[in-house]
C-alpha cells in the first residue's frame, strides 16, 4: 500500500463550487504539506502543518484552506473554485528527525475548474 | 528575493552522460535536493546536498558549492527510463532551524534517445 494517499485523484468541477481534496499518509511523519504544479512554474507550496495545531500559509495560500484532522490527516479545500485554480496538486509529508529531510509527495490529483 | 535556475529541456543519448545545472539565491540555505518526476506522476526524492563536495548514489551524483549557489545533477550510463523532469529545491532559513520549506525550480526536462 501507498504510504501517501490523495483523494480523488482526478475532478472536473464548475466555477464556484466547493471542493476538498483529502490526504492521508502511514509514514508516521509529523510534517505535511500541498503543493499545486503548473506548467511552467513547477511547485508551489501552499500550506503547511508541522504538527495537528500548526497550519502555516504557504507562497499561494490565498482561494484555500486546510484542515489537519489528525496527524495523519491534511484535507485541502477551494471554497469556490474558479479555473485559475486548475492544476495538479501534491500532498507531501517528512519527518524532522531524519538526515535530509526529504518530503514524500502522494500521487496527485488533477483538478479542473470549467 | 528567492530564485532557482535550471534548464527548461535538456536531450542526451541512451548510453551518455549528463550534466544537470541548477543555481540559486535564497534567503538562507539549509540543504539542495534533486527530485525525479515522470510524467503525471509524483517526484521521487533522488539527493541532498548540504556541504559542498560530491554526494554519490549509483548512476546519479550530485555536487553543491555553496559559495556560488550552484549545484549539478550527474547522470551516467543513461537508459530510456531516465526521461522525466528533474527539479531542484532549496530548503531555505537557517542552518539547523526546525523549518522544513522547499522552494522548487521550475524542473529540467529530460529527454533521453536512443
Known amino acids: 500500500d501507498a504510504d501517501v494517499t490523495q483523494t480523488p485523484r482526478n475532478r472536473i468541477t464548475k466555477t464556484g463550487k466547493r471542493i476538498m481534496l483529502e490526504c492521508s499518509q502511514t509514514?508516521?511523519?509529523?510534517?505535511m504539506y500541498w503543493y499545486r504544479q503548473d506548467p511552467g512554474l513547477g511547485l508551489r507550496l501552499i500550506y503547511y502543518s508541522f504538527d495537528v495545531k500548526d497550519i502555516n500559509k504557504g507562497e499561494i495560500s490565498d482561494g484555500y484552506s486546510v484542515s489537519r484532522q489528525a496527524q495523519a490527516k491534511f484535507s485541502l479545500s477551494l471554497e469556490s473554485a474558479i479555473p485559475n485554480q486548475t492544476a495538479l496538486y501534491f500532498c507531501?509529508?517528512?519527518?524532522?528527525?531524519?538526515?535530509?529531510?526529504?518530503?514524500?509527495f502522494g500521487p496527485g490529483t488533477r483538478l479542473t475548474v470549467l | 528575493g528567492q530564485n532557482i535556475d535550471q534548464p527548461t529541456e535538456m536531450t542526451a543519448t541512451e548510453g551518455a552522460i549528463v550534466q544537470i545545472n541548477c543555481t540559486y539565491q535564497t534567503s538562507g540555505f539549509n540543504g539542495l535536493f534533486w527530485y525525479q518526476q515522470h510524467a503525471g506522476e509524483a517526484p521521487t526524492f533522488l539527493s541532498y546536498n548540504v556541504l559542498d563536495g560530491l554526494e554519490e548514489k549509483g548512476r546519479f551524483s550530485s555536487f553543491l558549492s555553496r559559495s556560488k549557489g550552484y549545484s549539478y545533477l550527474l547522470l551516467k550510463e543513461l537508459q530510456m527510463k531516465d526521461s522525466a523532469s528533474y527539479l531542484c529545491a532549496v530548503r531555505s532559513g537557517p542552518y539547523g532551524g526546525a523549518t522544513n520549506k522547499l522552494i522548487f525550480g521550475t524542473g529540467t526536462l529530460l529527454a533521453v534517445q536512443p
Open positions: 509514514k508516521g511523519h509529523d510534517r
Open positions: 507531501a509529508t517528512s519527518d524532522w528527525v531524519d538526515r535530509g529531510h526529504e518530503q514524500f
